[in-house]
């Protein structure tokens, strides 16, 4: 009888935890798929014509989202590989989309798309091409443009500065830094003027230190005779990197000048910040993790985290047991890389075994 009982007990366990473990899976299952590349606000207008076809605003609508897609992950001189693309590799891309706004206004048709792209697909498509992405990770830096007047010898800073002025009057959605302009103060303008002789060599530490931001880029635009030299101190995560471009014959009192000269600074920050960030996708790492079936939200909230976690190529549930779930995690990265980016977010793992378990 009374072994009758203990097994009655055993099997009783066996279901809960079958039955645990099945909710575990259908709900890695089901989160996978949501990994994915969401781009949205997509704009597209056509006229109600009589051979009107809404099916081809949609595909208008693919098309332009995939351009917001490769500039938001890609570099610049990447985007230039696969800017031409046909439209059925784009739509076999596409893990759904949504139309979150129609209307009929003059007879012209607008619709706003919000389009998801499947990350995986996404991803082997820029290997074929040999192009590795970039995780589209967004990043406040504070950013000081000072014009230098070789001739004149003057400093223009702040609202007598064309490029302060005009820098932050164009945003795009596909730019991933968000530009901090320092407000004007009297005691910063003559700390700036004091600095002119020195002006290459300053770190303009005085300033950046009243800001709470660690990130920051100075740009010193030096107008000479016939061509204006710019000589950027790009300071990221500690890294200090010095670049220089030169824009000849450019009239800094034009304005459309000065807005292609602004395009031309950003586009070489935003591929900075990129190439910082890029994903290795030809690394593939295996990794094998248990977790004990005790507190199932641990591991719900774990699974969270591998599909919010760019570097995370895929993962799932490999075995089951009573008393722990085995995924296997393919990673774009090193091991080394992989406990340092679960450690930032407070997981820790211990890694004596083959199987690490996650503690």
């Known amino acids: 009888m009374k072994s009758n009982t203990i097994n009655f007990h055993y099997k009783i366990l066996y279901i809960f935890f079958l039955f645990l473990s099945l909710n575990i899976f259908f709900f890695s299952t089901d989160n996978c798929k949501a990994k994915a590349f969401d781009i949205d606000n997509i704009n597209i207008s056509q006229p109600f014509e009589i051979n009107f076809n809404k099916n081809d605003v949609i595909d208008e609508g693919f098309k332009k989202a995939y351009q917001n897609l490769i500039k938001l992950i890609l570099n610049s001189s990447d985007q230039k590989k696969i800017k031409k693309i046909k439209l059925n590799e784009i739509k076999g891309m596409v893990e759904s989309f949504t139309i979150k706004e129609e209307k009929f206004i003059n007879e012209i048709y607008y619709v706003n798309l919000g389009v998801s792209f499947n990350r995986k697909k996404i991803f082997n498509f820029l290997e074929k091409n040999n192009i590795f992405p970039s995780v589209p990770l967004n990043k406040k830096i504070l950013f000081i443009p000072v014009i230098i007047d070789e001739e004149k010898k003057q400093l223009l800073i702040f609202s007598k500065n064309k490029i302060f002025k005009e820098w932050n009057k164009e945003i795009k959605d596909f730019y991933l830094i968000k530009y901090i302009l320092p407000t004007e103060d009297l005691e910063h303008l003559n700390l700036i003027k004091n600095k002119f002789e020195l002006i290459e060599d300053y770190d303009f530490r005085e300033i950046i230190d009243k800001y709470n ?71 593939r790492l295996p990794l094998n993790i248990k977790i004990s079936n005790n507190d199932s939200l641990k591991i719900i909230n774990f699974e969270k985290k591998m599909i919010e976690t760019d570097l995370i190529y895929d993962f799932f549930v490999k075995k089951f047991d009573k008393n722990f779930t085995y995924y296997q995690i393919i990673f774009n990265g090193t091991p080394n890389v992989f406990l340092k980016t679960m450690s930032n977010n407070n997981y820790e793992f211990n890694t004596q075994n083959n199987v690490w378990l996650l503690e």
């Open 213 to 283: 931001l660690n990130d920051s880029i100075i740009a010193l635009i030096f107008k000479g005779k016939n061509e204006i030299r710019v000589l950027s101190k790009i300071d990221i995560q500690n890294n200090l990197t010095i670049k220089n471009q030169s824009f000849p014959d450019l009239d800094l009192n034009n304005d459309i000048e000065i807005q292609e000269m602004i395009k031309q600074l950003k586009i070489i920050y935003e591929d900075y910040w990129k190439n910082s960030n890029q994903i290795n996708t030809s690394i």
